[in-house]
C-alpha cells in the first residue's frame, strides 16, 4: 500500500488567482493521476503525471489550465489557473504501482469566490 | 457507450437487509475489477479486489460475470455504517488509467 500526503485539505481562493496543490507519496510510484470530482459525481480523471516529461492530459483539460509538476517518483503538484467559480470542487491525487488498486489523497476541497 | 456503468441509486435499506448492486463495463478485455467505497467528503478506498470469478470477504460479497461483463457487489446484514458512495472501478489492462463508475449510493436506516 502507499500512505498519501495531500495538501491543502481544503482552501478558499478568489477568482483570478491560482492554487497549488501537493501530493507527496511515502514510497516510490509508478503512476500519478490527478482527478476532480465535482458535487455529487463521480471522479474525472484530469491528467497523468509523468515522471521527467510533461503530463498527459485527458480531453477537455490543458496544461495552460492544470499545469502539473512531477519533479520524482514520490512527489506531484497540480496548479489551478486563473480560478473561476465553476473549478470548485475536490481534487485528488491517486496513485499506484502499475499492478494493482488506485490509493488516493485525502483531496483537496477548492472553493472559489 | 461508458467504459463502467453503475445504477447511482441511492438504495434506502432498513438495518440487516440484503442489498446488491450492479457495474457493467465495456472491455471484454478487463481482467481486474475494484470496489471502492467512498463515505461523504472522503476519498475513496478500497472495499474489493476481484481477479477472478468473485471474492468475498465478510459480509461482503463480489461476482465476476464475464461473459455478461457486470460485476456485483452484494451486502448482507447491512449496517448503518455501511452507508455511503460505492465505485466500481475497472483499470486498463496495463494499469496506466482507472474508469470509475457514476457511483452507487447507499443509505442504511435504522
Known amino acids: 500500500s502507499a500512505v498519501i500526503s495531500q495538501k491543502p485539505s481544503r482552501d478558499i481562493c478568489q477568482r483570478g488567482t491560482s492554487l497549488t496543490i501537493q501530493c507527496q507519496v511515502d514510497?516510490?510510484?509508478?503512476?500519478m493521476f490527478w482527478y476532480r470530482q465535482q458535487p455529487g459525481q463521480s471522479l474525472t480523471l484530469i491528467a497523468t503525471?509523468?515522471?521527467?516529461?510533461?503530463?498527459?492530459?485527458e480531453s477537455g483539460f490543458v496544461i495552460d489550465k492544470f499545469p502539473i509538476s512531477r519533479p520524482n517518483l514520490t512527489f506531484s503538484t497540480l496548479t489551478v489557473s486563473n480560478m473561476s467559480p465553476e473549478d470548485s470542487s475536490i481534487y485528488l491525487c491517486?496513485?499506484?504501482?502499475?499492478?494493482?488498486?488506485?490509493?488516493f489523497g485525502q483531496g483537496t476541497r477548492l472553493t472559489v469566490v | 457507450r461508458k467504459e463502467v456503468e453503475q445504477d447511482p441509486g441511492p438504495f434506502n435499506v432498513p438495518e440487516g437487509a440484503t442489498v446488491a448492486f450492479n457495474c457493467t463495463y465495456s472491455?471484454?478485455?478487463?481482467?481486474?475489477f475494484f470496489w471502492y467505497r467512498q463515505d461523504c467528503r472522503k476519498e475513496p478506498k478500497l472495499l474489493m479486489s476481484?481477479?477472478?470469478s468473485g471474492n468475498e470477504d465478510g459480509r461482503f460479497t463480489a461476482q465476476l460475470n464475464r461473459a455478461s461483463q457486470y460485476i456485483s457487489l452484494l451486502i448482507r446484514d447491512s449496517k448503518l455504517s455501511d452507508s455511503a458512495t460505492y465505485l466500481c472501478?475497472?483499470?486498463?489492462?496495463?494499469?496506466?488509467?482507472?474508469?470509475f463508475g457514476s457511483g452507487t449510493k447507499l443509505n442504511v436506516k435504522p
Open positions: 491517486s496513485v499506484n504501482d502499475g499492478l494493482t488498486e488506485a490509493f
Open positions: 514510497s516510490q510510484v509508478t503512476m
Open positions: 503525471a509523468n515522471q521527467g516529461s510533461e503530463a498527459t492530459y
Open positions: 472491455n471484454s478485455a478487463s481482467q481486474s
Open positions: 476481484v481477479y477472478s
Open positions: 472501478v475497472v483499470p486498463k489492462e496495463n494499469f496506466n488509467k482507472f474508469y
